[in-house]
């Protein structure tokens, strides 16, 4: 009938009614006909106000995993990443991105995608860029001391995945991971969110101290940052070292190095890595750009003993497959063409003028309410405050002027140590750095004051 109404052949009828019903416009009831879809296809496409059912406004039921996790940050905390609001905040371990060679990256980004097109757009290999392993290999051994071929290099999303990473290939469920205490919060979480049983360790003024409690069970793995320990800034002595790697290998345990910030030592060159010292293929060595390039680079890697290297590569390819192939390719290439090397050496320097300059300015205004801890590495200090019972007044301080030094008890599970601020210093100039520190002393001395003048 339709074919006759329109003058047109049955098969194009036929062919038009199988295409819509294939769209959803129409539906065919066996032995009534075929008829018009409600509601039609669009419907779906148009928003409309969520209606949540009685029944499903219940608690979601979250793992274990997740509900464990030491993470208090909800929503909107997420949002500003760690460095938080732009302007002076002096969190910690935060890059002077503004100095970052943009234009030598740019130059090269684009150099790699003439010469390697779409073959740099399709799925890239779970072990690395084949360069950049090379061009990785050949610093670490060139600048680290360490001992590594270039198929023992994994890159990575960044050190924190290189802890998952490790955690998953050593550690089964309940099984225990030694970590630093105080220690870098996230390999807390790491090695935790991995099903590591978490052991916090004491640091003296070598480093992690290494003798097993007569009830504790052996660890599987041994989280440390020995070259600047992270937050109290002290190097691991060469005695704690080879103690620290006979330890390991007596327990059948691996040594995870977190080598952060090693590059930035400003009493004498930087010191070799721990990895060099092993030769029982105990110490599975981490590093990461984002504190020497830029956060958001997201590229770091493992340098993994061979017995490691293929479940390592297995477990990356599982969690997120790679990192982005462009980026590896403009990093080998800012690798090989000694880029990174010159990126250091100048923000070696200008994080060591950085430096004396916040000591002399902290020094001058606010030594009266803090003692300030000065180490040979890093891009932060600790400044031990003078009297314990001004820690509420200073963080309501820094709440109101939206400055954000982090609480060291952030980086406490067991330690029980005074009040201390962690201040960064690496990511703003002078003229910053001062105008901070002199409204952080002016408000404090002002909310010292007023607090005096209560009524008791």
Known sequence: MIAADLGIARLTVKTALERLRAEGYVVTRSGSGT?????LPETYLSARPARIEAQAARPVRLSDRVKKLPDPRKGKDFDFGIAGRPGVSFVPAVAALDEFPMEIWERLRAQVLARKGAHLLQYASSHGDADLRKAIATYLCDFRGARCQPDQIIVTAGTQQAMIISALALVNRGEVAWIEDPGFYQARRAFGFAGGTVVPRPIDREGIVIARPAKGRSPK???????????????M????RTALIEFARHCDAYIFEDDHNSEFRFTGPPLPCLQGL???GRVIYAGTMSKILYPSLRLGYILAPEPLIDPMIKIRAVMDQHSSAIDQATLARFLSEGFFL???KRMRKLYSDRRDYFIEQFQRLLSDHFRLEI???GLHFVAWLRRKEDLPLIARVCSEIEIRPTPLSSCFIEAKLDPALTFGFAAWSRAQIREGLTKFAAALARAKHLSSALPL
Not at 35 to 39: I, L, R, T
Not at 221 to 235: D, W
Not at 237 to 240: C, E, H, I, P
Request: glycine share 4%.
């Open 375 to 377: 180490p040979e590495a």
């Open 221 to 235: 793995i041994i989280y440390v940052t020995p070259s600047h320990q992270f937050p109290l800034g002290m190097t």
């Open 35 to 39: 008829f018009v879809a409600d509601p």
């Open 278 to 280: 092993d030769n029982s």
């Open 342 to 344: 010159s990126h250091i």
């Open 237 to 240: 002595s060469l005695a704690r």
